[in-house]
């Protein structure tokens, strides 16, 4: 069977980069064309990239030869599908101008995600907003990464919020310097630092997981109904964004049924058998000290979803530690992932 024709847009970014490494040898999508600004375009990717590439593997031979364009229909004609790294900035018009075109996006900008009819998806907790795709009038249909912080907390409290119900919930935040891009925050202020604010941060981290958890009705996503707290800080560390958690659930609830809750949840990816699925979906950890960046962030090759320190909370009800890897599961890994369940089903044709 031939592979999907694919673009990756914003080929030159942090993001951009880890698609093209995670799409080597994919057996469902050959890149066909990757798109940057105009200081790239007419340059190959291997030119362009000699003092850029800043992932610890090689840039993958297929990449090396193919001549960057600027993320343009006309100029990628012959793709069904492309992934967007696409700067804020430009992603909203240039999405949209695929979308019309009938190429379909999955994106990880922002642009797009608070649209009722645009999904933020995430693939295990919420395949059923696929559902919604068909309200988009373009050919071309757009689905979005949620915001990566909040990737892994959304896939914790999917379990909880199904078997117990959700009241509220609080999180705090220490997100990796990779989430900033490249060359991203001044070494000058993050070395030995904490810095308490990300523009943007905690507003996504207050919507975004309600959203993801909300449901279809009349062909829009309705969000789910409970408050969230979110204090959101950039530390010292290169890859991994730590959340802490406190949630106040509807059911009394005991350790041992949310730690099942865990170690029993899956989706549609895991039962697709989907090449980036993760399995498990999610792993506790029993040592107190877990999870780690340093110890932890490649479990399951970055997509896993690690879970620790679960305990209870005299505020609310429950309390624990979620990692989760920002440019793997919070980014281009799980936008991969989406895609494949898109190939899987048959939204590609």
């Known amino acids: 069977m031939s592979r999907v024709k694919v673009a990756v847009l914003g080929a030159t ?47 993958p ?15 990628t004609k012959g793709v069904a599908l492309a992934f967007s790294g696409l700067d804020a900035s430009i992603a909203g018009e240039v999405e949209s101008a695929y979308a019309t075109a009938g190429v379909h996006i999955i994106s990880n900008s922002k642009n797009h995600r608070m649209d009722p009819i645009v999904p933020i998806l995430s693939a295990e907790v919420n ?38 119900g959700i009241e509220s919930v609080m999180l705090f935040s220490m997100q990796a310097i990779s989430g900033a891009g490249y060359p991203g925050v001044p070494t000058m202020d993050i070395l030995g630092n904490v810095v308490p604010h990300i523009g943007g941060e905690e507003e996504k981290a207050e919507i975004e997981p309600l959203k993801c958890l909300g449901k279809v009705e009349n062909g829009k996503i309705v ?48 039962k697709l058998g989907l090449p980036q699925a993760p399995n498990p979906p999610i792993l506790y950890r029993e040592e107190e000290d877990r999870p780690q960046p340093r110890l932890d962030l490649e479990t399951g090759r970055g997509m896993t979803t690690v879970i620790g ?13 979620v990692l989760s890897h920002n440019t793997i599961r919070g980014a281009a890994g799980a936008a991969l992932l989406n895609a494949e369940l898109l190939y899987k089903k048959k939204f590609l044709g």
């Not at 469902?28 to 291997?46: D, I, P, R």
């Not at 958690?245 to 350790?255: A, G, M, Q």
Request: aromatic share 8%.
């Open 61 to 75: 031979a297929y990449a090396k030869n193919i001549v960057i364009t600027t993320p343009d229909p006309e100029k």
């Open 127 to 164: 395949s059923s907003h696929l559902d919604v795709l068909s309200s988009q009038k373009t050919k071309g249909k757009i689905i979005t990464n949620s915001n990566c912080t909040i990737m892994g907390v959304t896939i914790s409290l999917k379990p909880l919020y199904d078997l117990f």
């Open 309 to 321: 320190r679960l305990r209870p909370d005299p505020i609310l009800d429950w309390k624990y530690v």
């Open 13 to 59: 970014g942090s993001v951009g980069q880890r698609f093209i490494q995670l799409l080597e040898n994919h057996p469902y999508f050959e890149v066909t064309h990757l798109c940057a600004s105009e200081n790239s375009a007419g340059k190959t990717y291997a030119d362009v990239m000699k003092k850029r590439w800043k992932i610890s593997s090689d840039i």
């Open 223 to 270: 969000h789910a109904d409970f408050p969230i707290s979110a204090h959101c800080n950039r530390v010292p560390v290169f890859d991994g964004h730590t959340v802490c958690v406190s949630v106040k659930l509807k059911k009394k609830t005991s350790k041992e049924e949310i730690l099942s809750a865990w170690k029993n949840f899956s989706g549609e990816p895991q």
